[in-house]
């Protein structure tokens, strides 16, 4: 009997021993394969791991759609109405709305006991953005601007703001489509005639892009008047270079989208991007500057 059980007890150990080996084996066969698979990975350049990150290089390809700006209605030709006389203003003659003929006296300023001074139309129009009224100095119409402007009514064009990158992928002479809350239901046509070359304002788009006025001539204004809002549905079929990362290796703080760059020594550098839209299998279509088929930047593998 004492024979017997030392024999169950060796069984039992070399069945223990045994066990413990076919673990190490499995475990030792997906470590290896794991490592070939990432060296493979790595040594393609493709895909690197590094914590909760994972590095790619970006794909280039190209990209085109249908871009929308907002803007407004407004007349063809504004002109302001200023003067260099002295003295005060005495008498306005005009109001809001009116239309003036070219020579139309508008206002009249005297300076002391000095007759006064006629300011006229130099173009005939409709007066806009009345600012001058009886009483006040020269040095008060010289800090408000022009006392007023004029404006042809007869010809109505929009105004339409764009992001600078969209702005430089427009050609004049292409034509949009426009459409307005003023007029539901209708859509109107017109052709790009030109840009500004300066920003149109301080504002800027979520990304922090400037944005540059853009002007379209109607092929028929309809019922569309000065001031009524629209918004252009602008094609634009070539981006130029654009790159196609994975959604996760894209992030956007407070409405501005980054990238993170992974440089040769290591180090990763911020980048600002421009996010064009969303491919079909997910990935993000991006512009940058600083960007190239060679760029290698990160993803976050948490997300």
Same mark, same amino acid.
């Given at each position: 009997? %004492? ?35 990432? %060296?493979?990975?790595? =040594? ?9 990150? +994972?590095?790619?290089?970006? +794909? ?52 002391? !006991? &000095?007759? $006064? ?19 006040? !100095? ?7 601007? $022009?006392?007023?402007?004029?404006? &042809? ?9 764009? $992001? ?6 427009? =050609? ?20 790009? !005639? ?7 304002? #301080?504002?800027?788009?979520? #990304? ?28 634009? &079929? ?16 407070? /409405? ?8 040769? &020594? /290591? !180090? ?25 088929? =060679? ?9």
């Amino acid at each position: 009997m %004492f024979f017997q059980s030392k024999k169950n007890a060796d069984t039992r150990q070399e069945m223990k021993l045994r066990t413990a080996a076919y673990a190490l084996i499995i475990i030792a066969a997906v470590v290896l394969g794991s490592g070939i698979f990432m %060296f493979a990975a790595h =040594e393609s350049g493709l895909l690197k791991t590094t914590g909760a990150y +994972t590095t790619t290089r970006l +794909t280039p390809g190209s990209y085109s759609n249908t871009v929308e700006c907002a803007g407004s209605v407004m007349p063809i030709r504004v002109t302001d109405v200023s003067t260099k006389t002295k003295g005060a203003v005495v008498a306005v003659y005009v109001k809001d709305g009116q239309y003036v003929k070219q020579g139309t006296v508008l206002f009249e300023m005297q300076d002391g !006991t &000095d007759e $006064p001074q006629a300011i006229t139309a130099s173009v005939s129009g409709t007066v806009t953005n009345l600012k001058v009224t009886a009483g006040m !100095t020269s040095d008060q119409l010289a800090q408000s601007g $022009p006392a007023m402007q004029i404006a &042809d009514m007869n010809v109505l064009i929009g105004v339409v703001q764009a $992001p600078e990158y969209v702005s430089v992928l427009l =050609e004049a002479g292409q034509y949009v489509s426009i459409t307005s809350t003023a007029t539901p239901g209708v859509c109107y046509q017109g052709m790009l !005639t030109g840009f500004s070359k300066n920003p149109s304002s #301080s504002s800027l788009t979520s #990304s922090g892009q400037a944005l540059y006025d853009a002007s379209i001539m109607f092929d028929d204004s309809g019922k569309l008047e000065v001031g009524d809002p629209i918004v252009a549905q602008m094609r634009i &079929d070539d981006y130029g270079q654009v790159f196609y990362v994975p959604a996760n290796a894209v992030r956007e703080v407070d /409405g501005v989208a980054y990238v993170d760059i992974v440089r040769a &020594d /290591g !180090t990763i550098e911020q980048h600002q991007i421009e996010l064009l839209g969303t491919s079909e299998d997910g990935s993000k279509i991006v512009k940058g500057n600083m960007l190239t088929s =060679e760029t290698t930047i990160r993803a976050d593998l948490s997300e």
